[in-house]
């Protein structure tokens, strides 16, 4: 079975600063989807980014990056020029490549935002 | 406009009463699924659906069923709510190509006393 680990419970950055969100995860195949999600106090639920394993090119959303590393099962997400909206928890999320398959999250990292 | 709704959004109730929690959607998606969150723990499937006709177990099933009323409906049920199963449930829906991604409803802030 695959899973998603996200080692820090917690960050912290400030308005305008960079931030890198990690997340590592487990599995035996090579073709496959990872997501970052946003879950913001409103507690709505919120696509940030997607990337597709079979591509080498990391996936980038204006301010919103991921590091990418297939080899050591690595995907994290690097948030420039901070705001205070970006205060949120995140989630890692895996898919399999396979259309009949669902998402596999990872616990959540949260992140604070200071002026 | 609202393309994923919960109802309720929040809700109270006491041990051994039976609760049901509503999904509708207007995306026209296929796929619906009920995930769990608990502090700490993220988000867990309780249950899955890939056609009206396909029901699945998640990882989290045990004291909990759904119905598939429609492809727009997917509602989840405590027959005999407990403490333990106090938690942030969602609904969440998606399309029948491999890429994408889930679309999630508001949640629905269950507490069982």
């Not at chain 2, 502090?39 to 867990?44: E, H, I, V, Y």
């Not at chain 2, 499937?45 to 396909?54: E, P």
Request: hydrophobic content about 30%.
């Amino acid at each position: 079975a695959q899973t998603v680990t996200q080692s820090q419970p917690e960050m912290s950055v400030q308005e305008a600063e960079t931030v890198t969100l990690s997340c590592t995860y487990d599995t035996s195949e090579s073709d496959y989807y990872l997501f970052w999600y946003k879950q913001p106090p409103s507690r709505q639920m919120i696509l940030v980014i997607r990337q597709e394993a079979y591509k080498q090119q990391n996936a980038t959303e204006n301010r919103f990056s991921v590091n990418f590393q297939k080899a050591a099962k690595s995907f994290s997400l690097k948030i420039s020029d901070s705001q205070l909206g970006d205060a949120a928890m995140y989630f890692c999320a895996y898919r399999r490549w396979s259309g009949y398959s669902t998402l596999t999250f990872g616990k959540g990292t949260m992140l604070l935002v200071s002026p | 406009d609202a393309d994923v709704t919960q109802t309720p959004r929040n809700r109270i109730t006491k041990t051994g009463k039976r609760i049901m929690l509503e999904c509708s959607q207007t995306k026209g998606h296929d796929r619906m699924y009920w995930y769990r969150q608990d502090p700490g723990l993220g988000l867990q499937l309780i249950y899955y659906s890939f056609d009206v006709k396909d029901i699945n177990k998640g990882e989290i099933s045990d004291g909990y069923s759904v119905s598939r009323q429609a492809q727009a409906k997917f509602s989840l049920s405590l027959e005999s709510a407990i403490p333990n199963q106090t938690a942030l449930y969602f609904c969440a829906t998606s399309p029948g190509h491999s890429y994408n991604e889930q679309f999630f409803g508001p949640g629905t802030r269950l507490t069982v006393l």
